[in-house]
Structure formats: structure tokens, C-alpha cells
């Protein structure tokens, strides 16, 4: 289905719903997000795919909402943590992946790209965010790049941005 849950044809990617005798019915005492995910008696898994001409389902990915990044445990959508740097004014672009911390288990890590001619440094972007966003959430490290890997519809390929930036806080 696509983000109006209407289905796509094949060969588009969308995505994976499902429903059943198995298929769980809701979460324990989260009555908007089992709401928002049992939509028309179909589990929206998160998951996005694409059938082929024969009718096998190929996985392509996750949502962006449904992306995960566990810093000490903790639950964080990276899509949470662009809202808030998409907020700042010299930002154009951004993509947040989970980097490894030898800290945390796991990091924080946002690609950026700045609107041209805007001047700000990775600490001014960090105190922005840090006055936004819960501090479990805000420990975050930033990379200015000049653009963002783009998949053919033109979103941003979260796959490649992790393959190229994804082995540390550094890189």
C-alpha cells in the first residue's frame, strides 16, 4: 500500500501489510499506536516491498517512522531526530542513521546538508537539538555533506547514506 493506504501496482514498492489468525491484534495498553497500526483490519508492518509480475514479495526496506536506533537501551526513531534538525533554518537535508558507540551500544549519528551559502558548526547544530529533543535523544553526532545519495523516486537511500557513513561517529 502506499502512505494513503491504497495499493500499488506491481513492481512499486509499498508497504507490507498483513492480517490473519496469527497475526497479533494490538499492543498492551498503547491504544493510539494500535489504532494508528491496525488500520482496516490489516497490520501495517513497517516493512516496505514490492510484488513482482509472478507474485513474489521482495523486501525492500523499512519506513522511516518505523527505523530504529537503541543508544543504551533506549528507543529512538531516527525520524524524530530530523523533525527537530529539519527545524533549524541552515539545514536543507538530513538522514539519521545508528552508528556503534563504545559508549552506548549504539550512536546517534546525523548526515547533514546545509541550505547553500549557510554557515553553522556541528556544536551549533548539537546545542540546537539538545534544547529540543529529550536527552536520551540529543546525543547526537553530526556530518555536513554536499548531498545525500538519492534512491530513482528521489527520497534519500537510507541504505547507502548507512554504507557510507554508518561505521562511526567520525566517518
Known sequence: MDEFDHEVEAGKVGEILVRGPLVFHGYWGEDDLTKHTFRDEWHHTGD?????????????????????????GENVYPIEVEKV???HPSVQEVSVIGVPDPKFGEGIKAICV??????LTEQELIDFVGGRIA??????????????????DGSVDRV????MYGSGPKT
Do not use: C, H
Request: hydrophobic share 35%; net charge positive.
Open 160 to 163: 547507502k547514506v548507512k554504507e
Open 135 to 152: 536527552r536520551y535523544k540529543n546525543r547526537v553526532t553530526v556530518k555536513f555533506v554536499a548531498s545525500l545519495p538519492k534512491k530513482e
Open 114 to 119: 546545509l541550505k547553500p551559502s549557510a554557515k
Open 85 to 87: 534538525i529539519l527545524e
Open 48 to 72: 516496505a516491498g514490492r510484488m513482482d509480475q509472478d507474485g513474489y514479495l521482495w523486501f525492500a526496506g523499512r519506513k522511516a517512522e518505523k527505523e530504529l536506533i537503541k543508544p543504551g
